[in-house]
């Protein structure tokens, strides 16, 4: 799996290369962000400008590590594509997750 990381701040922005996020992909997805987790990372920007297909599996991957992080951080996923948008709206995931149209809308969110 292609994962740029980026820090902005006390955010680290991680940019999924891939067109795909499904279960073939969504261990190796959940394993890049719990990794930096572990390494103390609490404010994570996902950002999904490349992927035009995610499935259940992907949005699992997502859920568990929002879940690994508690209240002690965030998750903010920017840049979603009009499909992906859709799984989202229609797990109501729209309601757990903080959406944005761009990374720096999502940076300024978790900073705040």
Known sequence: MNVREQERGNVLVLSIDEKRL?????????????????????????????TEFMDSSGLGALVSC???LGPQGGIAVASIGSSVSRLFSL??????????????????????
Request: without cysteine; charged residues 35%.
């Open 91 to 112: 797990t109501r995931m729209n309601r757990v997750f903080s959406l944005h149209d761009s990374v720096d809308e999502a940076v300024a969110q978790l900073e705040s």
């Open 22 to 50: 499904d279960a073939h992909k969504a261990p190796r997805l959940r394993e890049e962000i719990i990794s930096r987790i572990d390494q103390g990372r609490h404010l994570i920007v996902i950002d999904l400008a490349a």
């Open 66 to 68: 929002l879940k690994r």
